[in-house]
């Protein structure tokens, strides 16, 4: 058993200022004693000096009552109660502890709830049975504190270790969301009932034409996020795709079948799951060196990081989980795992329909143009893909290739498995409330002064739709007002009075009654 020292004062802390001076416990004592190889949670345990509770976004500071004993058995318990499951510490501590040391922890408290959830996922992470006897009687607890974190409404029970396992995921990939105020409100706020609610005050044959716009907007931006400028074909394609999302089952052929849609020309690139290594970033413009901002999942480990994010998909969409959080796992996991050398980001995406349609969340036919909403946020869609690839590279060694791609030199699956998806899972639900609540009303209630112009236009100058389409782009790009150049053109037969009246008509239906 390791008798190190794990809990000690500090104010700084791997360059994160503690809020006041105090004692470092919990994950972060014991990460920093046994030097652990994991980057730290979002979210440390510290024991104030002052006697006082409170938490913000990067500490949880408790009072010197809640201190724990300064060796291994007591930091994990605290970390267990106060700081909810962290699978990657787990992993990693497990690592490093013999089969002998893990047992002589668990036999300390041998009946005690956390006790047994170490006992339990050492087994469940290292595949690994110890040499403990079944349990006989005592009550079952859950494995995931639902006070605390997002759990799988469906538990499995394992009677050896009387748990109940309800993480929403597998062994092979299994991200966890902490419950916070944000989340909460954003749940109570879009629950199924009340986007039914929303979505019902709309006429169908106007849903329907406001989805088919929506789509392809929704396809365009999220080639925007990549830096293209797709052909209007391309475009409608993509769009055709994710309008068929949740009509197929994920799996690996699924994601290569995107793929070939996705990718235009396939001429320079290796189609399917990657052989190399892969990261996101630059090339030193002098040496040709990589520069990466995030560095993907070895090659080596795809197929089985790949498997293990589509069994957990499937086992989401067979339990009462959040949809939103559920496309968060998902999406966000894909695309840290980054499995394709190319398209990833646009297939990511499509991920979020995906689950966002097979669990019902959004109604049939409906688009949540979510690639829209994420392009308007794009300075805060960086920085929570930022929030997981930055913390990692510092854990992660390599070495450039001759072509100058990355060769990835340690083990690193485990953080594309075990991951905290709640600065993912707060944005996402961020996009999908306003593509809810702003974008798609907005765009009903365009359609609507659309068809109003046009049915004005067809009682006073019986214009064809291609010409009534022009006139109002037109009247939009030019503030209300036809352009001189489109009076003299397109608009020639128009005399000056009846321009006047139709740009007055204009402007009392789109602008008088925004």
Request: glycine residues 6%.
């Amino acid at each position: 058993m390791k008798h190190n020292r794990y809990s000690r004062k500090i104010t700084i802390f791997h360059g994160r200022q503690a809020p006041e001076k105090g004692t470092l416990v919990g994950y972060g004592a014991i990460i920093d004693s046994l030097k652990l190889s994991m980057p730290l949670p979002n979210k440390l345990a510290l024991i104030s000096t002052k006697n006082r509770q409170y938490t913000d976004s990067q500490w949880l500071v408790l009072t010197p009552r809640h201190e724990p004993e300064d060796n291994l058995y007591k930091q994990i318990v605290f970390a267990l109660k106060y700081e909810g499951l962290n699978l990657l510490f787990f992993k990693k501590l497990f690592q490093q502890l013999s089969n002998e040391e893990v047992t002589t922890l668990v036999q300390i408290e041998p009946t005690g709830q956390y006790s047994r959830k170490i006992w339990f996922l050492y087994e469940w992470l290292m595949g690994y049975k110890l040499n403990i006897p079944d349990l006989t009687q005592g009550n079952f607890v859950n494995l995931v504190d639902e006070e605390m974190q997002y759990a799988s409404s469906t538990p499995i029970k394992s009677s050896r270790h009387r748990i109940n396992n309800n993480l929403a995921g597998t062994v092979d990939f299994c991200p966890l969301i902490f419950k916070t105020e944000k989340l909460e409100n954003f749940i109570g706020k879009n629950n199924p009932d009340s986007i039914k609610t929303t979505i019902s005050g709309f006429r169908k044959d106007i849903l329907l034409r406001t989805s088919s716009f929506l789509l392809l907007k929704d396809s365009k931006a999220s080639f925007s996020i990549e830096g293209e400028t797709p052909t209007q074909n391309r475009a409608i394609r993509w769009g055709k795709a994710i309008g068929q999302a949740g009509s197929k089952p994920l799996s690996n052929e699924e994601f290569c079948r995107l793929q070939q849609i996705v990718i235009e020309s396939s001429r320079f690139i290796k189609m399917g799951y990657r052989t190399e290594g892969g990261f996101v970033g630059q090339h030193d413009r002098v040496t040709g060196e990589p520069i990466p901002e995030h560095i993907s999942a070895k090659a080596d480990d795809v197929e089985t990081l790949m498997n293990g994010l589509i069994k957990s998909a499937n086992y989401l969409e067979s339990i009462e989980f959040n949809p939103v959080l559920a496309a968060t796992k998902i999406a966000f996991g894909f695309v840290f795992i980054h499995p394709f050398v190319d398209g990833n980001g646009r297939i990511h995406r499509y991920i979020i329909h995906h689950l966002l349609a097979a669990m019902k969340y959004s109604p049939q036919g409906i688009i949540f143009p979510v690639s829209a909403a994420i392009l308007e946020r794009i300075v805060d869609y960086q920085r929570v893909l930022e929030n997981y690839s930055h913390p990692l590279l510092d854990f992660i060694e390599w070495e450039k290739t001759e072509k100058n791609n990355v060769k990835v030199l340690n083990d690193t699956i485990d953080f594309y498995r075990y991951f905290d998806a709640t600065p993912q899972a707060e944005f996402l639900f961020e996009c999908v409330d306003t593509t809810i609540h702003q974008t798609i009303p907005a765009e009903v209630n365009y359609i609507q002064k659309y068809d109003e112009m046009k049915l004005w236009l067809d009682d006073h100058f019986q214009m064809p739709d291609a010409m009534v389409a022009l006139l109002i782009r037109f009247l939009e790009q030019n503030q209300g007002t036809l352009s001189k150049r489109a009076r003299e053109k397109e608009f020639v037969t128009l005399n000056p009075e009846e321009v006047k009246k139709i740009e007055e008509k204009f402007n009392t239906i789109f602008t008088e009654n925004t």
